[in-house]
């Protein structure tokens, strides 16, 4: 895929990193990179970097913040990925429609209505 038009980005999801010492869900960030057409459709990278680096020792269970390392990351990437002119498409996978773009509105916004009467 050409990569003239296309806007690049990226975003971070919530994940799961695992239980603290008190039994609650440490949830962290984890970074992608996306592209995005002008009609609002959007593909992902597959390289995720997560903020959060989890530690175990004998005396305890950690989470190290490294938000810091997963946006410099993808940084490096967007910058790989500015300089070419096309998109390795093993690299790559579709993603959902921008929210409110032409493209959510054609065919999106079906997939989350079927989405929400699945879930039900």
């Not at 002008?38 to 680096?53: C, D, L, T």
């Not at 175990?56 to 002119?85: H, P, T």
């Not at 916004?109 to 699945?118: F, G, V, W």
């Amino acid at each position: 895929m050409k990569t003239k038009g296309l806007e690049f980005y990226y975003a971070s999801d919530l994940k799961n990193f695992g239980r603290t010492e008190d039994g609650e869900d440490f949830i962290g960030e984890v970074y992608r990179v996306f592209a995005q057409d002008e009609r609002g459709n959007r593909w992902v990278h597959s390289s995720q970097f997560p903020g959060v680096a989890k530690f175990e020792n004998e005396w305890c269970v950690g989470f190290n913040d490294i938000r810091e390392q997963a946006v410099a990351s993808c940084d490096r990437l967007l910058e790989r990925v500015k300089k070419s002119d096309t998109l390795n498409m093993d690299w790559w996978s579709e993603s959902r429609p921008a929210y409110g773009s032409e493209a959510y509105l054609d065919y999106g916004m079906a997939d989350d209505l079927a989405l929400e009467r699945a879930e039900g």
